[in-house]
């Protein structure tokens, strides 16, 4: 059975799992840095489900690693008045943080932590 976690970060909630890869809004990280998701909602773990309300407070952590940093697809935005003859478009990419799950269990301190 897979364990996974809901956790909140970046202003949204995110659905881990350990081993894989997700992309969070841009980090003031450094690659290979390592970090600790503390905000977490929901924790499956081989069938025991723990909720918290809203957090499981100092009971669960998720451990993180800094992959990357990229830019996301590009957003097209496009403007128009009908019957003025008005017309804009533009866009933007976001920057992106690429992290890796290491692991999902009970709060352990891991050498270089910092919380987001």
């Known amino acids: 059975m897979v364990s996974y976690a809901i956790a909140e970060a970046c202003g949204k909630q995110f659905w881990l ?20 998701l503390n905000n977490v909602l929901l924790v499956n773990q081989e069938g025991v489900i723990s909720i918290g309300q809203p957090y499981l407070n100092n009971q669960c952590v998720v451990n993180i690693e800094v992959l990357r940093h990229l830019m996301g697809k590009k957003v097209r935005v496009y403007k128009m008045r009908p019957k003025k003859k008005t017309r804009r478009t533009f866009g933007a990419r976001p920057q992106l943080t690429r ?6 269990g009970i709060k352990s301190p891991i050498d270089t932590a910092c919380y987001i």
């Open 17 to 36: 799992e350990e081993g894989r890869f997700y992309d969070f809004d841009k980090l003031p990280l450094n690659r290979g840095d390592k970090f600790v």
């Open 99 to 104: 992290v890796l799950v290491k692991s999902i």
